[in-house]
């Protein structure tokens, strides 16, 4: 009886070690790509990786995230010395499915590296781009994957690659709730766009910013030369979801706007530098770019705010961000009688109908009823009165006050600065 138990087990314990023999040992390496939040996605979504792990590397201060930020204030104001962590992941794969060269393609796909001490608006060298190695053999792949992607980028027109390439020293696994956070709130930041140059020989990246169908930058024949907005999206980004929803589907400003998946800017257009996370929304005017819009959160305000300081001339800005007042009988539009619509000077949502216009004799243009959901109202206790403050319900911007002691039927009168409103008249008028 012994002897069956024996053998039984000499050939239980034969199994594992063959089955063990004939799996591939996982390997790691550690890389820094800026926020670790995207950069853990991406590298997730590649075959083969068997596990992303956020974490702080190669500094020379606790790893915590609260050490790591507050050593990289002191850096800035000249308080400390010594080196920050880096954002990094530490990626573990398996070599049978996917080798080291595919894993450094990923990484130099999805980010600049470029950029030295930051990645884009992440700025400090605590974002800054790395590969940080556990042998000899690895640190050799990382250096040759960089000379060849450099070349790539040399041909592109970019600039030298900056990122750090040493041997790892120290890591730390970041704080639980870093951990997938992206799987956690699927709505959260992920700043990587890539540089927009492919590793030679690797196939695209299926979650990159890239160009889907139609995989190509717009025509400019179908832009305006003149003043353009393009909306440069990913197939896979939340954000770019939801800017369409709460921006694009409502879009009634004057200016002209367009969308693409391409991380290129059109034929004869210039980019300022490369697109590192979606959406963003570039202004360009005579082809070149003037100004850019990165990242969205569902800050509407905060958006229409960058727009109209491109839109507006200086004296709207100061009525329409800092609550400023034309002096009456100065504004705009106090005469206008024609049959028509008052409305928002950036985002072009209709405020006020001519037919409820009024002469006040306040020397501003005043109105008896705005339009449904046009305006939100706001207590003002400035200049040591108690008034009521009227903003453009889609933009946010001060328009004026609202009184009651206007006409019939509402009793009201909205006192408007003239200069914030456009006048489109209606059809044939």
């Known amino acids: ?79 400390a010395g010594g080196r920050n962590h880096a ?24 980010h600049d590296p470029t950029q030295g001490d930051r990645q884009g608006n992440d700025i400090g060298s605590n974002y800054r781009s790395a590969i940080y190695t556990v042998s000899a053999a690895q640190l050799a792949v990382a250096q040759q994957t960089r000379e060849i992607y450099q070349a790539a980028l040399k041909a592109a027109g970019r600039a030298a690659i900056t990122t750090e390439i040493a041997p790892l020293k120290a890591y730390f696994k970041a704080e639980e709730y870093h951990q997938d956070y992206l799987k956690k709130n699927p709505d959260g930041y992920c700043g990587l766009g890539g540089a927009g140059v492919k590793y030679p020989g690797s196939k695209p990246s299926a979650k990159a910013v890239r160009p889907s169908s139609p995989a190509k930058p717009p025509d400019p024949k179908t832009l305006n030369a003149k003043r353009q907005l393009i909306v440069f999206e990913a197939e896979d980004c939340a954000y770019c979801k939801r800017f369409k929803a709460e921006i694009l589907d409502g879009w009634t400003a004057e200016v002209a706007i ?35 819009y990165t990242g969205y959160n569902g800050d509407k305000a905060r958006f229409w705010k960058w727009l109209g300081f491109h839109l507006l001339s200086p004296e709207q800005r100061k009525i329409a961000f800092e609550q400023g007042t034309e002096h009456p009988g100065t504004g705009s539009h106090l005469d206008e009688k024609r049959p028509g619509t008052f409305v928002d000077p950036i985002t072009g949502a209709a405020l006020f109908r001519s037919d409820t216009k009024f002469n006040s004799g306040t020397g501003w243009p005043s109105f008896f009823n705005p339009l449904p959901g046009a305006l939100t109202e706001h207590v003002d206790n400035s200049h040591g009165m108690r008034r009521v403050e009227v903003r453009s319900a889609s933009s946010g911007i001060h ?21 914030v409103l456009k006048f489109v008249p209606d059809a044939g008028k």
């Open 1 to 79: 009886m012994n002897a069956c138990r024996n053998r039984l087990f000499a050939w239980f314990a034969g199994l594992v070690l063959f089955m063990i023999a004939g799996s591939s040992a996982a390997d790691s390496i550690v890389l820094g790509m800026g926020c670790f939040w995207g950069a853990e996605k991406r590298m997730a979504e590649l075959p083969g990786v068997i596990d992303v792990e956020s974490g702080y590397a190669n500094g020379d201060v606790p790893g915590t995230y609260e050490a790591v930020l507050a050593h990289e204030k002191r850096l800035k104001a000249g308080k």
């Open 87 to 110: 954002e990094v992941v530490k990626v573990s794969f398996d070599p049978g499915k996917v080798s080291l060269e595919q894993v450094l393609a990923r990484f130099w796909e999805s």
């Open 258 to 292: 367009a969308r693409t998946m391409s991380a290129e800017s059109p034929a004869g257009w210039t980019l300022e530098k490369s697109l590192f996370a979606t959406p963003t929304i570039v202004l360009f005017e005579g082809g070149k770019e003037v100004s850019r």
């Open 399 to 419: 328009l004026g006050h609202v009184f009651n002691d206007g006409p019939p039927p509402t009793g009201k009168r909205y006192c408007i600065n003239g200069n």
